[in-house]
């Protein structure tokens, strides 16, 4: 096991940021490598600095590093201009920890966050000098593994993965390192790469898709079917019930270049049980578990003391919602006096602690939320109403009043910020033009608050294209093609006229397209995304380097239909991909749920109510772990308002004609 | 009276691959770690108020790198000696390290050369490859130190060239009146004649690589790097590994450094690393 850095060395010179490739994080472990060792290589399939902050990778790399029987390190894809040197040079991917060729590991294992790195898979397969294609790599070859949200639909990587991981991965690491350390003992002979993988398939949440029969039925998919009666037909997730036998990170990697969210990052709770429609993190993550409140002051002290960081993120889907949440932003902010040891080095506030507050609920950003935040240097907000209008955020369970806005947008102004940022979805079930024009209407509102309290009040205002997720209550949903999401774009922009305190962004339409055939994909979906990784096609994730046309020219060349995989509602009945997949969600709470989003029925939050047994409980025996018996900030949801009074507009969906032609969801047009 | 710490620090090995930024950043975070009460900015982001020397190309060794941190008013504490690692309500007092030497006045590290608690401190909180090798108390008045630094000291390879041809090329360099060299800057290609920045110029040895030269390159009116150099000497060879081994600046008997490297100088004499 030789390090590669002398080789690698001579070209850092020549390519941007060489910084990605050096580790040398405070954190950072150099684990040795030995027979007795099973050595994972946990790979982020986009740039270090996107990937270097992944909570995820960094916690088994602690868990599998503190193992007596296993080693971990990372690896990243190498940026285009690297990757060439690379490839001049015939050196193969390598670890950014001990520089070790990644070919020398037992299992290379991807996070996958989002669809469109699913082409940098394939390339850092390749560049590891493996086949892309599980069938045709060599007994001794590293086993690839796959976990991350995306693994809830596995489908379209099925043929270049060997094992997916579905669900949380701190259990199940151990039982994969058991399994394929026993193998290694054996000497990974000739034949029996086969019989790890059959002993993979038969942990609990892990998803061997070679051991699977595909069947279908013209276009459609008849079913996916176990080879061997010991491979499970329902591969379920695993969820760890209780977070804080989990305080992990507890040594978070301090990287020495500037990463995306360079700030430590304490995670206060996992799952959320808002129940927005659209929302697959909420659905699969389920059910809501906090961290006691003195765990999380002990890693935010801890963790601070020994990073040198001044910043804060309380990590969660929906931060607010967590118990106490005023109190803990509050201990945080003044903590920083005791940590950093001095009250009055230059101005009280100098050495105070920013906090950071990832995914704000508007009916939760209070004004005391807000002064105790804006204590320290005031950090970036953003809110996420998702849609324009009432009726709609009723369809999507967005349950968050224009009122509950403009009062989290008058905290914020009214404590000394001047700009913050709204998040919305365009292409949304039953989206009507109506409700796409109430955006801009939202947005001058909140400047106009602005306006009280400050000359400079701006807002940005950030579209995203709706892409229907696997899991969720929309999963039966046709996407809008993109020149509808860009109409809507356009309907946004001209209705915000010459407004010049809001500035708009989008997202672009044709990226939502190519994410979407990647989302709802089956195993067919593999050879597009095969096609377009051999013609180039990497980094779909970065504006410059992404191109539908590639995209549409793959599923052209394969014979597969963008209207059938993307734009096209499903039905109640249709075998869906990822059916074999289990998130703990009953099928017909799925279908249900889509069918009183359609009514304008909302749900409230199982949370602070009764259950409405959705199965992510019921089913792996566990509960939320909750320390407030009521929404912690009040807000709308979760107190008693009145949920069902959505459908005083009437809501149809029709079935797509063909792509292209008019508007993809009912009322569109 | 302010006062500011200034910081000799080393940047060896693969750490050379960090930008001047990421070093800022880098340093920020170790201040903080050790908890020495420098001053921050005012206003609603308090930063901390940093100052670097001259900037250090990307992928650049050094063994002569400054930083300067202006501390808070009552970071000095008047009279006596200090115990090692003793705070007081303002945060730590910076205190020599006990047993080497005897204690500063104020229980300080003097302008004198030293090796303090705050060096050691500093150097654990930074990453492999930046070492802190020397810390002076200096007045917060005078010129910034990108302003007073006047020459340079550098250590370079020419890959693949043996010494006797380095020799020849440095003579030949150092007869010619006049070196033109091209550059790009801000995305325009401009040449220089940049002989009379070269003060020294000479083969020191040779490492695996090829042959290693030092010099002596001006810092004014701007820093011209040892790559420029490389095109002139050996247009079909490249640059190996550069090392910044000193900043000069002009003081009252003649040329000075900034701060000198004392105890710690032993860690530096390993060669150029690889």
């Known amino acids: 096991m030789t390090t590669l850095w002398p080789r690698l060395e001579p070209l850092l010179p020549r390519v941007s940021k060489p910084a990605r490739y050096i580790g040398c994080e405070d954190g950072m472990q150099r684990p040795t490598a030995g027979p007795h060792l099973t050595s994972w290589l946990l790979a982020y399939p986009d740039t270090y600095e996107i990937g270097l902050p992944n909570q995820g990778l960094q916690i088994l790399y602690e868990l599998l590093n503190e193992r007596p029987d296993a080693s971990a390190e990372r690896t990243y894809a190498p940026w285009i201009d690297l990757e060439a040197e690379m490839r001049a040079a015939g050196l193969p991917l390598f670890s950014v920890d001990t520089h070790r060729a990644a070919g020398d590991f037992d299992i290379i294992a991807f996070n996958l966050s989002a669809e469109l790195v699913y082409t940098n898979v394939l390339n850092c397969i390749d560049l590891a000098g493996l086949e892309v294609r599980a069938a045709r790599r060599n007994d001794d070859d590293p086993l690839i593994g796959a976990g991350g949200h995306c693994a809830y639909n596995p489908e ?514 | 009276m302010s006062l500011r710490l200034r910081v000799r620090f080393s940047k060896v090995g693969k750490i050379r691959f960090i930008g001047h930024r990421d070093v800022a950043r880098v340093t920020e975070r170790a201040v903080r770690k050790v908890g020495l009460p420098v001053a921050y900015s005012q206003g609603f982001s308090p930063r901390m108020k940093l100052s670097f020397g001259l900037a250090l190309p990307t992928g650049y060794e050094s063994e002569a790198e400054f930083v300067e941190l202006p501390l808070v008013a009552d970071a000095v504490r008047d009279g006596g000696a200090a115990e090692p690692g003793a705070r007081h309500a303002a945060g730590p007092v910076i205190v020599c390290r006990g047993g080497t030497h005897a204690p500063c006045e104020r229980g300080l590290p003097s302008t004198a050369p030293s090796y303090c608690t705050v060096a050691g ?50 003579a030949d360099l150092l007869a010619a009146g006049t070196v033109v060299t091209e550059r790009v800057h801000k995305g325009e290609t401009v040449s220089s004649n940049i002989r009379p920045s070269v003060e020294v110029l000479q083969v020191v040895g040779c490492s695996d690589r090829g042959a290693v030269l030092s010099a002596e390159l001006s810092a004014t009116p701007r820093v011209v790097r040892p790559s420029e150099l490389v095109p002139a000497l050996a247009p079909a060879h490249e640059m190996g590994i550069a090392r910044r081994t000193h900043q000069w600046t002009s003081g009252a008997a003649g040329r000075a450094e900034p701060a000198v490297p004392a105890m710690c100088a032993q860690r530096h004499k390993e060669p150029i690393s690889g």
Not at chain 1, 387 to 407: F, M, P, V
Request: a negative charge; aromatic letters at 8%.
């Open chain 2, 121 to 170: 401190a500093l150097s654990e909180a930074l990453p492999v490859g930046m070492e802190v090798s020397a810390v002076t108390l200096v007045d917060g008045r005078g010129p910034s130190l990108q302003a007073a630094v006047h020459t340079c000291g550098w250590q370079f390879e020419i890959v693949g060239l043996d010494a006797s041809a380095a020799a020849k090329a440095v």
């Open chain 1, 156 to 669: 379209p990587l099925a043929d270049f993965v060997d094992f997916f991981v579905i669900g949380d991965g701190e259990e199940v690491v151990s039982e994969i390192t058991e399994a394929v350390g026993a193998w290694k003992r054996t000497g990974k002979r000739p034949g029996t790469r086969s019989t790890i993988l059959r002993d993979l398939a038969g942990i609990e949440g892990v998803y061997v898709p070679a051991m699977y029969d595909v069947a279908y039925d013209g276009p459609a998919l008849a079913a996916v079917t176990p080879k061997y009666p010991d491979v499970p037909a329902l591969v379920a997730k695993r969820t760890v019930a209780d977070l804080a036998e989990w305080p992990y990170p507890r040594r978070q990697l301090v990287p020495v270049t500037e990463v995306v969210h360079d700030r430590l990052s304490v995670e206060v709770f996992r799952g959320c049980t808002r129940g927005c429609r659209f929302c697959q993190a909420g659905m699969i993550t389920r059910p809501v578990r906090e961290r006691p409140a003195a765990q999380v002051r002990e890693m935010v002290t801890s963790g601070l003391e020994r990073s040198g960081y001044d910043e804060v993120s309380l990590m969660s889907l929906s931060t607010a919602d967590y118990s106490g949440i005023a109190e803990l932003v509050r201990d945080t902010v003044t903590g920083g006096n005791i940590t950093a040891g001095a009250s009055n080095t230059a101005g009280a506030d100098a050495n105070r602690i920013s906090v950071s507050l990832p995914s704000m609920r508007v009916d939760a950003f209070t004004v005391d939320v807000a002064a105790q935040v804006s204590r320290a240097r005031r950090t970036g907000l953003t809110f996420a109403p998702e849609a324009g209008s009432w009726r709609l955020r009723q369809i999507i369970n967005k349950l968050i009043t224009e009122e509950d806005l403009y009062g989290a947008v008058r905290s914020a102004y009214s404590q000394g910020w001047h700009r913050m940022k709204l998040y919305f979805l365009t292409g949304l079930p039953s989206e009507m033009d109506p409700d796409t024009e109430a955006i801009a209407h939202l947005a001058a509102a909140c400047t106009q608050i602005g306006q009280e309290y400050t000359k400079r009040a701006s807002v940005t205002v950030s579209l995203g294209g709706f892409v229907p997720k696997p899991h969720t209550p929309f999963q039966w949903f046709g996407q809008n093609p993109p020149e509808e999401l860009a109409r809507k774009v356009r309907l946004v922009r001209s209705a915000l006229g010459r407004n010049r305190r809001v500035q708009l962004k989008w997202h672009d339409p044709a990226a939502s397209t190519a994410e979407g055939i990647a989302s709802r994909g089956d195993r067919r979906v593999g050879a597009v995304i095969e096609y377009v990784w051999r013609k180039g096609g990497t980094f779909q994730e970065w504006s410059e380097r992404f191109d539908l046309a590639l995209w549409e020219e793959a599923m052209a060349a394969c014979g597969l239909s963008l209207d059938w995989y993307v734009y096209r509602h499903r039905g109640e009945h249709e075998v869906l991909p990822w059916d074999h997949i289990g998130a703990g969600l009953h099928r017909d709470f799925l279908w249900h749920d889509w069918q009183d989003a359609l009514a304008g029925h909302g749900l409230p939050d199982c949370r602070w109510t009764p259950c409405y047994d959705c199965g992510a409980c019921t089913e792996y025996g566990i509960e939320h772990m909750v320390a407030s018996p009521v929404a912690p900030n009040g807000g709308s949801q979760g107190t008693g308002q009145d949920l069902a009074t959505g459908h005083l507009v009437p809501v149809e969906l029709r079935p797509r004609q063909l792509a292209g032609a008019g508007a993809p969801s009912g009322g569109g047009a």
